[in-house]
């Protein structure tokens, strides 16, 4: 996906993340839990009441999640943060 | 051998199962305990709360163990890194969406995700709390359950237990994503909702999410009290499941020590829900036969087949959804409930104590009795028959309080008036039993005869089978029931309320074969009471049915209308099965209830 230089990157995560936490059915724990801590995660890393180290913690959650949510959507929400986070991180918390 | 075997590789160590077993059941074998939380035995495969990953070569993902059935040549690991570190982060977040506050849960110690987080050391919060400040609020709106948000991790056993073992659908999931949760029809407190108060999904709740009102407190508090005489009766499923909570393994009979230790709480009389329920024999055995005196002779319309009154989860059951049938349930009360009648009225004659100074506490392996000791209309001793009603599991906890040694302390026997009981008391406590001890007495007064079972062992109508049947054919009888003469009595015994549901569904479409019907609403009945000690499953439950039968087995009386007792009670007070005061402070009216 390509998105103009522009564009804050932190924002488009976020708007991903609200999009797979409103869409998660709810069943499966790494999905239903998951998700909304990955959201409210990197909120609380912008607003600087966790630390950018917690940054690794959720890029390890959202590897878990790959492996063990129930189905394609819960295992798909890595590829994005994954990426988006990796290549961005500073965006991510300044 | 005629079975298919699935050949595969767990953890390095070659395994042959059977074609169609989970991997979960493939590594039990192999002696391999993989974790879980959202399955149960009694339920079907959910695979929702992912903590049984394990990992498969080849396989993309991890999948669940419960939920993959083993297949040829597969190479599971089941310890590996990435199953260690995927289930901890799983844990973890379970943890994030769960009340912490472990040290004020009444399931502390007897908790599953508490024990698999204490497993996988989830010594720090990583995760961010999740919980709002409205999860936070109890619904206390039910007599009998208590069902707390906060500490839901919504695995749905409770969901799949009120759908499939029980068919009532009291408790379900709305709203998706963050929002998901368990609660009622249009999040309506417990009280207003269409639930039996059975207390299953309690038994099978892995937190204390769902738990059963409790009365210990004010149990203590009328103990404290000089002026009050405290009677306890005791039902047969608790003696043989107390020992549970206190250091034995399941199926060992405790009730001697059980009695010891309620003598040493401070109550001043410790009786037994087992005359009780010989007096139900009594007053039941005598109803059907009268019914089908007016049925055969009198060519009254009389409701057949009759259907057993003990189980106050089948009752509401049957009066939410099958109102118009309430005519077929016995109008004998319940065991605890006619002794509450008693011990406010006999029983206080007899030892001389104001009535309004006792105060009845009942123990039971149950949760819907808590309900129907608070039904409007049990109160005709003219006073609350029965006052508190606390489950095994709560006199497990009493007598952790109390300090004593249960497992030192000596045998004792019940007290008088109210406390001899005989073997077919006992037997109510298992699917089966009310209908065997019916048919000790009803056989006997018919016929003048024991029944023709083998050691008064009616062994057709045991076991655990969701509905069994059983014939009793009824020769030479006496004089006056010749009516009966030829007959075939067909019985038929149902726990669960799903299957409750099925042989009601006979009935609506007036195809019942039967004369009688036993219906608990638990299934294998009280022994797997929504009181009774947690964790459960068929093979506690089995040990537990064992055990009864064994107290059965060693009493020296079997038959109620043999229990002196009971004998003694008619002679003096009751008069005769049926009569004015049994009419009076033994039977009861039903209600119709909405469905919805």
């Known amino acids: ?94 | 051998m005629s079975e298919k075997m699935i050949n595969l590789v767990i953890d390095g160590k070659k395994a042959a199962v059977p074609e169609g077993t989970t991997l979960l059941e493939a590594a039990k074998i192999q002696n391999v305990k993989i974790p879980t939380l959202c399955h149960h035995e009694d339920l079907c495969i959910a695979g929702n709360c992912r903590v049984c990953v394990v990992e498969v070569d080849g396989w993309r993902v991890l999948p669940a163990a419960c939920a993959t059935p083993a297949m040829n040549r597969m190479k599971v690991y089941t310890n590996s890194p990435q199953v260690r570190r995927a289930r901890k982060d799983v844990l973890a977040l379970l943890v994030s969406e769960h009340s912490n506050q472990c040290t004020t849960c009444y399931r502390s110690t007897n908790c599953e995700l508490q024990d698999l987080a204490a497993e996988y050391n989830i010594d720090n919060e990583i995760y961010i709390n999740l919980l709002k400040k409205e999860d936070f609020v109890i619904d206390r709106s039910s007599w009998a359950i208590e069902k707390d948000n906060s500490k839901c991790i919504r695995c749905q056993r409770c969901v799949r237990t009120c759908t499939e073992l029980q068919k009532v659908n009291a408790l379900d999931v709305i709203n998706k994503g963050a929002d998901m949760k368990v609660t009622t029809f249009f999040d309506n407190p417990m009280n207003e909702v269409v639930c039996t108060t059975c207390g299953q999904c309690i038994n099978r709740c892995p937190t204390g999410a769902l738990t059963e009102r409790r009365y210990i407190d004010e149990i203590w508090e009328a103990i404290g009290d000089p002026e009050k005489h405290v009677v306890v009766q005791t039902a047969p499923a608790v003696r043989v499941a107390l020992g549970e909570m206190l250091g034995y393994e399941p199926g060992v009979r405790v009730t001697g020590k059980m009695v010891s230790a309620l003598k040493h709480l401070g109550f001043d009389s410790v009786l037994d829900t087992d005359f009780a329920a010989d007096l139900t024999i009594m007053e039941e055995a005598h109803e059907l036969l009268d019914r089908l005196k007016r049925k055969l002779v009198d060519g009254e319309d009389i409701p057949i087949p009759m259907m057993t009154s003990c189980s106050p989860g089948w009752i509401k059951f049957i009066e939410h959804m099958y109102p118009d049938y309430l005519a077929h349930v016995s109008s004998c009360k319940s065991p605890q409930q006619m002794f509450g009648a008693l011990a406010k009225t006999y029983y206080a004659e007899r030892i001389g104590v104001d009535p309004k100074n006792i105060v009845s506490v009942s123990v039971m392996p149950c949760s819907a009795k808590k309900y129907e000791a608070n039904r409007r209309e049990m109160n005709d001793s003219g006073y609350q028959d029965i006052d508190l009603v606390c489950t095994t599991r709560e006199l497990g906890h009493m007598i952790r309080q109390s300090g004593i040694n249960f497992k030192e302390i000596k045998n004792s026997k019940f007290d008088k008036f109210m406390g001899e009981s005989t073997g077919a008391g006992v037997i109510f406590g298992a699917t089966g039993g009310v209908m065997e001890a019916a048919l000790r007495t009803a056989y006997e007064v018919v016929t003048g005869r024991e029944v023709p079972f083998d050691g008064l062992n009616i062994m057709p109508i045991r076991g655990l089978e969701g509905v069994r049947e059983a014939k009793v054919k009824l020769e030479n009888v006496l004089p006056e029931y010749s009516f009966l003469e030829g007959i075939e009595l067909r019985v038929a015994i149902a726990h669960g309320l799903t299957n409750a549901f099925q042989v009601m569904e006979e009935i609506v479409i007036g195809d019942s074969p039967y004369h009688f019907i036993e219906i608990m609403a638990c299934p294998s009945g009280c022994i797997g009471g929504g009181g009774q000690p947690i964790p459960t499953n068929e093979e506690i439950r089995k040990k537990r049915a064992e055990a009864i039968y064994t107290e059965d087995e060693k009493m020296q009386i079997r038959k109620s209308h043999e229990n002196p007792e009971v004998i003694r009670l008619y002679k003096e007070f009751l008069g005769k099965p049926l009569g004015e005061v049994s009419h009076r402070l033994l039977h009861t009216k039903y209600t119709r209830r909405e469905r919805a």
């Not at chain 1, 590897?63 to 290549?87: D, R, Y």
Request: with cysteine; net charge negative.
């Open chain 1, 1 to 94: 996906m390509i998105f103009n230089s522009s564009r804050s990157m932190y924002n488009v995560l976020h708007n991903y993340l609200e999009f797979f936490e409103e869409e998660s059915c709810g069943q499966c724990t790494p999905c239903r839990v998951g998700c909304q801590q990955l959201l409210k995660g990197i909120e609380a890393i912008k607003r600087g009441e966790q630390s950018h180290k917690y940054l690794n913690d959720l890029l390890r959650l959202a590897e878990t999640m790959k492996l063990t949510a129930k189905c394609g959507l819960g295992q798909s929400v890595a590829n994005s943060f994954s990426s988006i986070v990796e290549n961005f991180r500073e965006e991510m918390i300044y």
